[in-house]
């Protein structure tokens, strides 16, 4: 369940800061969740892709153990969707 960075798959912070300034101002200065990264996803399209695994697995797998490995952003999401907190709140 990786996050859609498009264009920027792959790449440091320190390489989108210096090629595409503006990208990086609103994507991971602004938080803008609703800016949409060059052929990627935004935070919201993200986090309701996320909310959707969620409710799927959920139900899938009731009174079950289950494990997700996944990177940090998409655990960012799992817990706000959790927590019910929106995907702009700073935790």
């Known amino acids: 369940l990786p996050w859609d960075g498009g264009q920027l798959t792959g790449?440091?912070?320190?390489?989108?800061?210096?090629?595409?300034p503006e990208v990086y101002q609103k994507r991971f200065v602004?938080?803008?969740p609703d800016f949409k990264v060059p052929?990627?996803?935004?935070l919201n399209d993200r986090f309701q892709r996320v909310k959707s695994f969620l409710?799927?697995?959920?139900?899938k797998h009731a009174n079950?153990?289950?494990?997700v490995v996944t990177h940090g952003g998409i655990i960012d999401d799992l817990?706000?969707?959790?927590r019910s907190l929106p995907?702009?709140?700073l935790t």
Do not use: C, H, Y
């Open 87 to 89: 995907p702009t709140q």
């Open 11 to 20: 790449w440091s912070l320190n390489k989108v800061q210096k090629e595409m």
């Open 39 to 42: 052929d990627g996803e935004s």
């Open 79 to 82: 817990f706000r969707n959790a």
């Open 55 to 59: 409710a799927d697995v959920v139900a």
């Open 64 to 67: 079950e153990q289950i494990v």
């Open 30 to 32: 602004e938080r803008n």
